[in-house]
């Protein structure tokens, strides 16, 4: 049973006894249920948000996520272009970590709805760069998380080795991603400070001078070093956003992009249907397992005569033609309110050698493959209105309340 703002509102009390709640309200902006959230105003003038987790797997997240903010020292925020929640107290309620943090202002944008243009697309490019672009010494010193280039192919790895191994993987897939895998080109990259598969809907917007910019970054429980590509997989989502976002993100980073870097995001988007369908089978759970087969084969279906995500070779001219891009699209109002944010963390998912407790709650970060081009060729029956029970079935995995 989710816990109500009022109880909620005594652990505010608990991990600030120094300050009295005058009001508090339910905070919610389609929650996935994985934390009871409430919005706080104090006798002081701030406002706080509590969060408390559900399971086990939320409370070890959850803790995951204070720990990255508090190796944000104020001289690494100084140098961010946004804020990050500060981690103001915490407190047990139901024998699990509650916290409670500074709330942000500001509104969110799905993947799906990020326009082309300027506007929110240059905005999250540039934003996404800037996080990239902080020291290792970050994570380092915070004993956080540090993978280069080889660990990242091995986890690919893992998770397709895995997901073959239930004998449920179509073969299309499994030839597209054993040679991307195999592909030496596609992982020449430079490892950097990664959010871990941050989403766009993590970041949230103010407008200034009719312009959006990026205020504020909710989700920080996956910090650590690695593939900047994990960070930029949501364009799979946002097809129409995906070239603007990689022009700002090249032009904001200060070191060189691999020409690798999208192909290797829409990768790293693809692999977590083979993750969940391993989830869904080491778990046992019959239901998961039969709606990640069905986007399996959807995928399938989609990229068969895709291109492959990874040549033998990248030229010269596959660099300029990621590097040099020019958006030509004219500036757009991507101005949208919302009414608040649900600032839960969307861990990545790891492929673990054994279940875990509740698999039910398990995340991986939300594809929308409605949005994903090439999806369904042009001659398709189901061009036009895909398999949506299937499709959907990610959505229901991920918002399970």
């Known amino acids: 049973m989710a ?7 005594a652990s505010v009390t608990s991990a600030l006894p120094r300050s009295g709640v005058v009001s508090v309200a339910e905070l ?19 406002r706080v948000v509590v969060r408390a987790p559900v399971d086990a797997d939320a409370d070890r997240d959850l803790r995951a996520e204070v720990r990255a903010l508090q190796a944000l020292t104020p001289g690494v925020r100084a140098v961010l272009p946004f804020d990050a929640p500060q981690v103001l107290g915490e407190t047990s ?36 760069a800037a996080v990239h672009a902080l020291p290792a010494a970050v994570v380092r010193d915070a004993g956080l998380p540090l993978r280069d ?16 191994a239930t004998g449920l993987l179509p073969f299309g897939l499994l030839r597209r991603w054993s040679s991307a895998i195999a592909s030496d080109a596609l992982w020449r990259f430079e490892s ?23 205020t504020g970054l909710l989700h920080w429980a996956g910090l650590s070093t690695g593939d900047p590509a994990s960070d930029l997989r949501w364009l799979a989502s946002a097809p129409d956003a995906r070239v603007d976002v990689l022009d700002a993100y090249t032009d904001a980073s200060p070191r060189s992009v691999d020409p690798a870097l999208g192909e290797r ?17 080491a778990s046992g759970a019959e239901s998961v397992v039969a709606d990640a087969v069905a986007l399996l084969e959807a995928l399938a279906d989609g990229v068969r005569d895709a291109p492959p995500l990874a040549h033998d070779a990248i030229t010269v001219d596959d660099a300029i033609a990621v590097l040099g891009r020019v ?6 109002d991507t101005s949208m309110q919302t009414d608040t944010y649900d600032a839960d963390a969307l861990g990545e998912f790891a492929a673990a ?23 369904l060729p042009e001659d398709s029956p189901e061009h036009d209105d895909p398999d949506a029970a299937a499709r959907n079935a990610l959505r229901r995995w991920t918002e399970t309340a």
């Open 3 to 9: 816990r109500s703002p009022l109880i909620l509102a």
């Open 28 to 46: 919610s902006e389609g929650t996935t249920g994985r934390y009871d959230t409430a919005v706080a105003a104090l006798d002081d003038g701030r």
């Open 93 to 128: 309620l139901g024998g699990s970590a509650a916290t409670v943090q500074s709330w942000l202002p500001g509104y969110r944008v799905d993947a799906a709805q990020v326009p082309p243009g300027r506007g929110i697309a240059h905005a999250l490019g540039d934003a996404i």
């Open 149 to 164: 280039a080889a660990q990242v192919r091995a986890d690919a790895e893992r998770v397709l080795d895995r997901a073959e």
């Open 192 to 214: 950097t400070v990664v959010l871990g598969g941050v989403e766009a809907a993590s970041f949230l917007f103010e407008d200034h001078d009719d312009e959006p910019r990026v």
């Open 265 to 281: 995001a829409r990768l790293h988007a693809e692999l977590e249907f083979a993750a969940w369908l391993v989830h869904g089978h």
């Open 327 to 332: 958006a030509d699209a004219p500036p757009a």
């Open 353 to 375: 050698d054994a279940p875990t407790d509740d698999p039910a709650e398990q995340e991986t970060a939300p594809i929308e493959m409605s949005e994903w081009t090439p999806l």
